[in-house]
C-alpha cells in the first residue's frame, strides 16, 4: 500500500514541466511522471515481472485516462520493458539454455497469438462501463496469481505430451486474452503455466515468458492500431516515453533489491493494492 499511496501522492502535486496530452486536470509533470513508472518498476523487479498489472490503476485513477485509453497506453509501455528485458534476461541466462525449451514458447504462442487478437478486438468493442468491470475482475485474478504463485515451490502436472500441448494451446488463448484486455505482458499468468505444464525451473520460465510475451503483445498492438483509441499514444508520446523510461529504471533498482525485502512480507502488500485497485477501478465513472 506504500508505494502505490506514495505514487497516487506524488501524482497529485503540482508540477514544473506539464506532460503535453494528459487529460486536464492531472497536473503531472515530467519528473512526477518518470517517478511513478519507477516506482511501479520497482516493484515489478522485487517480484520478478514488468508491474504493468500496477500500472494499468495508477493510468485511470490517477492520471485520469479511460480505461480503453488506459489498455492501450499501458499495452505501448509493457512492449518497451519487455523488449529491453528480453536481451538482459539472456545475458543473465545462457541463450543456449532458453533455446533448449523452444517447443515450449511454440506451444504458448499458437495459442496466445490468437487470443490476443481477440482480446483487443472485444476491448475494442466493449462498452466502457463494461470494460471497467471486466479491468476490475482482472486486476482480482492477477492478485490471486501473485499470491498462488509465492505460496511455495510449484509442482508440475504429469499429462501425456498430446494433453500437455492442447492445455497449453488453450492456456495460451487465455493468457492472451488478459494480456491484451489488460495492456500487460501477462509473466504473472505464463510463468507459472510454463512451470506447472512444462516442469521447466522457474528461472528459465521467466526468459520463455518474455519469448512468448513480445510477439503476443505485438499482435495485441496491431490490433489496436486499428481502432481510433489508438491516437492515445500519437496524443502522448511524452508521457508514453517518460513513463516507460521510469519503469526500465525502476524494474533494474527492483531486480538489484531482489531478496533486500522478504516476500513474505511484500507479497500480502502487493495483493491487498491490487484489490484495492481492483475496486477503485470497479466504481470508476
Not at 105 to 132: F, H, I, K, Q
Amino acid at each position: 500500500m506504500a508505494v502505490g499511496s506514495g505514487l497516487m501522492g506524488a501524482a497529485s502535486q503540482g508540477s514544473v514541466r506539464p506532460v503535453a496530452g494528459v487529460p486536464a486536470g492531472v497536473g503531472s509533470s515530467v519528473p512526477v511522471v518518470f517517478a511513478a513508472g519507477a516506482g511501479i518498476g520497482v516493484v515489478g523487479g522485487l517480484i520478478g515481472l514488468g508491474g504493468a498489472e500496477f500500472r494499468l490503476p495508477l493510468l485511470i485513477g490517477v492520471f485520469g485516462f479511460v480505461a480503453l485509453h488506459a489498455v492501450v497506453l499501458n499495452k505501448a509501455m509493457s512492449l518497451v520493458v519487455v523488449a529491453t528485458a528480453l536481451p538482459a534476461r539472456l545475458v543473465v541466462l545462457p541463450y543456449s539454455d532458453v533455446a533448449a525449451h523452444w517447443s515450449v514458447a511454440v506451444n504458448l504462442l499458437a495459442g496466445s497469438l490468437v487470443g490476443a487478437w481477440v482480446g483487443a478486438g472485444w476491448a475494442t468493442r466493449m462498452r466502457s462501463r463494461t470494460l471497467y468491470r471486466v479491468l476490475a475482475g482482472l486486476l482480482v485474478l492477477m492478485a490471486i496469481a501473485l499470491a498462488a504463485s509465492h505460496i511455495g515451490p510449484l509442482g508440475s502436472l504429469s499429462l501425456p505430451p498430446i494433453a500437455r500441448v492442447v492445455a497449453a494451446v488453450v492456456a495460451g488463448v487465455g493468457i492472451g486474452v488478459v494480456a491484451a484486455l489488460m495492456g500487460v505482458a501477462g509473466g504473472e499468468l505464463l510463468i507459472p503455466t510454463i512451470v506447472l505444464l512444462f516442469a521447466v525451473d522457474i528461472k528459465i520460465a521467466g526468459s520463455l515468458s518474455l519469448v512468448v510475451s513480445l510477439p503476443t503483445m505485438l499482435v495485441a498492438f496491431a490490433r489496436y492500431s486499428r481502432d481510433q483509441s489508438f491516437q492515445v499514444v500519437r496524443d502522448n508520446p511524452r508521457f508514453l516515453l517518460v513513463m516507460a523510461a521510469g519503469s526500465v529504471v525502476g524494474t533494474v533498482i527492483g531486480g538489484l533489491l531482489l531478496g533486500v525485502v522478504p516476500s513474505v512480507a511484500l507479497i500480502p502488500v502487493l495483493v491487498l493494492l491490487l484489490v484495492v485497485s481492483a475496486v477503485k477501478v470497479w466504481r470508476h465513472r
